[in-house]
């Protein structure tokens, strides 16, 4: 007999999908597939290409069920993925591996006569170290010009725009925030400056992009339906003549250069090599010394009760993470920094190592870019303990911010306690055993003081010469 789901019970995003909505009930993630799509769904799951791409850790386990919800005549399951690391939060290196995993699972449906109509970033979900595409609603049929030749890709422009470009920008340094990307003059400010031609520059923006957009429908001619090309140019006799005659010629294959080679975009992608730019703190753990005091912090935050995850603010290549992994008794580490290099590091380390249960990820805690659509970095990311170590004296000294703006942020991300470091000397350099005079308002008192009205102080300990550790729980009302 089917259980059926209640709409109240579920929780789901405002779906752009024509075949269903994705929703999660119970922690669990499920796609329900409107009666109008379950042919085609049907078909997809039958062909053998999920259950390809599943082998190959390219998309996540899905299974049918029995379950049954309102408007839908089908219920799958998808394996859960968590927690959901969006494109901002991609290094550069997790970038390029995503780039990767869409033309590898293009590659892969084109054999099975697929392929994916989208190819943005929030497709892509690193789950285990590996990214994974994740929305079946994306693949259609391909249009062979004869059996088992298939020319274009629907999703190319949007794979160049959304993509391939913004890697090669940030492989020149260019710290975009990928985020960005879906406010479209943020974009066009892009590519008139960095990615046209210099012959470019020269046109107005007006008319490169209709050349550009004429470019990627050309690219695409084989893949749209029939339907829709007579449908846009029904107008005109003009219009009228052109339909046909576009029909005709691709009958002809008289189209040359339409094809799209994943295997050889792949080559492209596999070559961009991030220009090695010094950044600020991309080397700070290569200098660091084991000092007890990681240890120490390790020893406290595994006594406290029924945490299982932790977030680490400024945590550069990990190697705090590294020891509360190996000293505690932690399932999940969130080891974010807005320092490229650094979380370039760790990425590729446990890729090395295999090490899954560090999940790095780029963050900057003074930064709050949000698309609606999906959930804020806080709820996506948090966790039952944040640490913020060594990182308060640049926040509130080098960039200005004030406690309750960094305590309040710190706060959203925890759903149990705190650890944070106070550094009495400020911006001191213990190479140099020197300090830079800190403003006089800058004392432990005042750190304590506001401290105090965010959290329950627990815990002070000083652990080194300018670090001294507050273990704070969330007060009562603020705690979930
Ligand atoms: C002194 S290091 C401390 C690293 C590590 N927590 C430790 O104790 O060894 C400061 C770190 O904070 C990061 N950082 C500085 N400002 C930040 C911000 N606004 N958002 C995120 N990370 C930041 C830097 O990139 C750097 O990795």
Not at 79 to 86: F, G, R
Not at 270 to 277: V, Y
Not at 423 to 448: H, I, N, Q, V
Request: charge should be positive.
């Amino acid at each position: 007999m089917p259980t059926k789901i209640d709409t109240p019970d579920i929780q789901a995003r405002p779906s752009v999908d024509r075949n269903g909505f994705v929703f999660s009930w119970q922690g669990r993630i499920f796609r329900g597939i409107y009666p109008d799509a379950q042919q085609q769904i049907q078909e997809l799951l039958d062909s053998g290409l999920i259950a390809e791409l599943e082998s190959k850790n390219l998309f996540p386990k899905t299974r049918a069920t029995d379950y049954t919800v309102d408007g839908c005549s089908l219920v799958l399951e998808h394996e859960k993925i968590s927690p959901i690391l969006l494109p901002e939060n991609w290094s550069f290196e997790m970038h390029k591996a995503a780039c990767l995993c869409l033309l590898e699972v293009n590659r892969i449906a084109s054999k099975y006569g697929y392929s994916t109509i989208d190819s943005h970033g929030f497709n892509i979900l690193f789950s285990k170290g590996e990214p994974k595409f994740i929305d079946l609603g994306s693949f259609i049929k391909t249009k062979a010009i004869r059996p088992g030749v298939v020319k274009g890709w629907r999703g190319l422009q949007e794979f160049q725009q959304m993509m391939h470009f913004p890697l090669l920008l940030r492989a020149r340094g260019w710290d975009i925030n990928l985020i960005q990307l879906y406010d479209t003059s943020f974009f066009s400010i892009l590519k008139s400056w960095c990615r046209h031609p210099f012959w470019a520059r020269l046109l107005s923006p007006r008319i490169y992009n209709r050349i550009e957009d004429a470019y990627y429908i050309y690219k695409m001619i084989h893949q749209i339906p029939d339907e829709m090309i007579s449908d846009n140019l029904k107008y005109t006799a003009i219009r009228r003549l052109a339909a046909r005659c576009i029909l005709f010629g691709r009958r002809l294959n008289l189209f040359p250069f339409t094809k799209v080679s994943f295997a050889k975009l792949a080559g492209k992608i596999q070559k961009i090599r991030k220009k090695r730019r010094r950044s600020v703190w991309g080397d700070y753990h290569d200098k660091i010394e084991v000092t007890p005091r990681f240890s120490a912090i390790a020893e406290m935050l595994k006594k406290l009760p029924n945490c299982k995850t932790v977030l680490e603010f400024g945590g550069n290549s990990g190697f705090f993470s590294k020891i509360l992994l190996e000293e505690g008794n932690f399932d999940q580490i969130i080891c974010t920094d807005y320092d490229v290099n650094a979380i370039d590091k760790l990425y590729l380390e446990l890729r090395e190592t295999g090490e899954t249960r560090i999940i790095p990820a780029m963050l900057n805690i003074s930064q709050d870019l949000m698309l609606s659509n999906f959930e804020p970095n806080e709820k996506r990311l948090r966790s039952d303990i944040v640490c913020c170590l060594a990182l308060t004296h640049h926040l509130f000294l080098s960039q200005g911010l004030s406690p309750s703006f960094v305590f309040g942020r710190i706060k959203k991300y925890a759903t149990k306690y705190v650890a944070i470091e106070f550094m009495p000397l400020g911006l001191y350099s213990p190479k140099f055993d020197d300090t830079l005079a800190t403003p006089e308002w800058y004392c432990e008192e005042w750190f304590r003081e506001n401290f105090e009205k965010h959290f329950k102080l627990i815990d002070r300990r000083i652990l080194e010469k300018n670090r001294i550790l507050y273990l704070g729980q969330l007060l009562d009302d603020e705690s979930n």
